[in-house]
Nanobody
């Protein structure tokens, strides 16, 4: 019944910006940990950012200072604002939800109960 519906992916030039959205249904974003992951071809899935129910956020070193994770509780939606995009940011981006993610980006993947369908972000030089 729970659905995480992503949008906002696409192609951008290096240095550009993009905002990803993840709209949740039958699930309360504010009461749970929400996270963004990404996976590039030939690489393992990696955590990008987490936003726990206590308000704490964590970012991968590679995106710190460029990406911002946020929640709009009124819209029950998770966002990822991506600025100063680089070609190495090219990946399929996924949103995910867990009850808690107290270990931030080190939270095991099995803790995430729900996943979005993924949205492709391609950054060209």
């Amino acid at each position: 019944q729970v659905q995480l519906v992503e949008s906002g992916g696409g192609s951008v030039q290096a240095g550009g910006s993009r905002r990803l959205s993840c709209a949740a249904s039958r699930y309360t974003v504010s009461s749970n940990c929400m996270a963004w992951f990404r996976q590039a071809p030939g690489k393992q899935r990696e955590g990008v950012a987490t936003f726990d129910s206590d308000g704490s956020t964590n970012y991968a070193d590679s995106v710190k200072g460029r990406f911002t994770i946020s929640k709009d509780n009124a819209k029950n939606t998770l966002y990822l604002q991506m600025n100063s995009l680089r070609p190495e940011d090219t990946a399929m981006y996924y949103c995910a939800a867990a009850t808690r993610c107290i270990y931030g980006l080190r939270t095991p993947l099995y803790a995430y109960n729900y996943w979005g369908q993924g949205t492709q972000v391609t950054v060209s030089s």
